[in-house]
């Protein structure tokens, strides 16, 4: 098996497949961001009757012509599409949607007929075309993958600003007079020759899986695009390094579901671990926000009870007549609370502040009714800051802003003071 | 001297409905001025056409005295807000920083004076805390900022500008206005679609009223008044209310 692994042509098909999804991945972001993702999908789907014409005006394999012959009718693919969207009243979903059945259905029907009528159809590999197989790569195709791709990467970082403006603000763009048109041209130029140079590892079904998911997965990760095209290109560099391995291992299996299998698992876990706003991280601040904010909600209750009667020993049940919480919230919010040091539980169905409770309870009292004095006083100035997760006001207001807020909160005596013993202990 | 914005017989149509029917307008002197009408009146439209970002059926646009594409780098545009994904991976610098681009010109990157630059006009907005922020972690008004800062990266003479006050809070809305009261004091031209009518007379002193054709335009002391705003929204009795009320208020206000 290692053995397998370690041949020529294992070596030479690892390298091409790996460069080919490191391109894909990065024009491939490119268009996802452009909100392009289907026309990848629509090159190669519209790239197979290309290829059976090529093989039938030459009458045998030759693998740099059927890729020229699937770059001409890929391009005419997505000039149709243009056509359509233009002219005509078919708007642009039902337009790719026409080419995508309607140029394979072509294709389908061309190499039928190029098996029944010559002697050597089998030979035109045409199925490879479909599903994808890595095995029959040679030298020369690796090099021609090389080249498309080194020429995809050395236009995207040149016009990299450029490309940048018209996928973020096409209007923006317009307005400095550059020529949208043309870039947008030249993008999906660049995709349709990634999508070519794909074609034989991967197929033309599941080739748009080799463009978007390397960008669609990086996203998880970063916030910033530069960032972003690396990982992307990384990520389909692993893709295709994973699929032909695999492949290779598992030679039954076309290639084309492989790759595209392997490029999912990395989607995947980047969905679940990215750092950005992968599942995981999402679930953790969402946890983090709940228990910070639940903890604050159990003290202000607490305090507010407590100061209305006048006792330190506050009961659940009063709690629960104050808040709209279950009494499993409540027992919940307190054993945290307890846990941090910040309430003790008396024998009976009672809590009461430790010290340093009862001074973290005053601050986030505090606070709270600052942020109420706000929105009463200031509506304008609170209605675009105000945030459950913030505790305090004096990250968005000017001091004097806030001197004045406590100063009314004073007059009408809702300002929480720490009892004299308990601010000395506290310091 | 040419006249500082000349749209002379703009027409824009969809298939065959016209938006903009035959409009002319003739902005002199440096002004802040507004463009207002109801609903589907062309507002937007018309900035659109002006900037070339639409085809326009027939008429003619010049901004001091050449044509549009000869202008570029002295044009400066703020969009809708809603006009972009604000989920796109760059941050609120790298959106002032392409204000900047405009000048570069092909493939140059942008240096460290043009990030310099892009600071300060971010420090101006006052969003300099936010620089390294993706843009969609900030509010809507903070947004709205974030796109006048980079208009002002721009370093136009005339900007235009879709709704700059749309959906902004109180405060951010006087930051906006008093933004664009030293644009208009350094001597440049704002022209910006504007939905308040009660507004109006406190933040603008030119004015055009638009509903497909041009229905009056010139200084608001003259052209906003209850006649002309009756042409432009119809009977309409609720706005005219509202129009009048800010017609007070205007001549009020010291």
Redesign the interface.
Known sequence: MIEQLLAYNTIVVLLGVSILGAGAGMVGSFAV?R?RALTGDAVAHAALPGVCVAFLILGERNLTFMLLGALASGVLGIVIIAALCRWTRVREDAAIGIVLSVFPGLGFALSRMIQNMTTNGSKAGLESFILGKTAGMTRPDVYLILASALFCLAVVL?????F??V???T??A????WPVYWLDLLLMSLIAVAVVIGLPAVGIIMMAALLILPGAGA?FW????GW?LFIAGAFGLLTGLIGTVFSALFSLFPAGPIIVLSGSVIFLISMLLGTRRGAMVRLLEHRCFQRDYGERQLLLATYDVASRTGQARVSAADLLARKSWSPGKVNGLISNAASSGLVERLETDEIRFTPAGLVRAVEVTRGHRLWEELLTEYP??A???VNLASESVDKYVEPAIIADLTASLKRQSRWPELPTETAEAAV | MSPILDIHDVTVAYQRKPVLWDVDLIIEQPQLAAIVGPNGAGKSTLIKAVLGLIPMASGSVQVLGEPVARQRKKIGYVPQRESVDWDFPVSVLDVVLMGTYGRLGWFRRPGHAEREWARQCLNKVGLSQFERRQIGQLSGGQQQLVFLARALAQKAEIYFMDEPMAGVDAATEQIIFELLRELRQQGKTIIAVHHDLRTVPLYFDWVALLNMRLVASGPVETTFTPENLRKTYGGRLAILDAAGEAMKAGSEAP
């Open positions: 961001l909100k040149v016009l990299y600003k450029e940048k403006v996928a973020f603000d209007g923006f317009r307005s400095l007079g996203r970063t916030d910033s695009l972003l304008e100035l209605g675009s800051v």
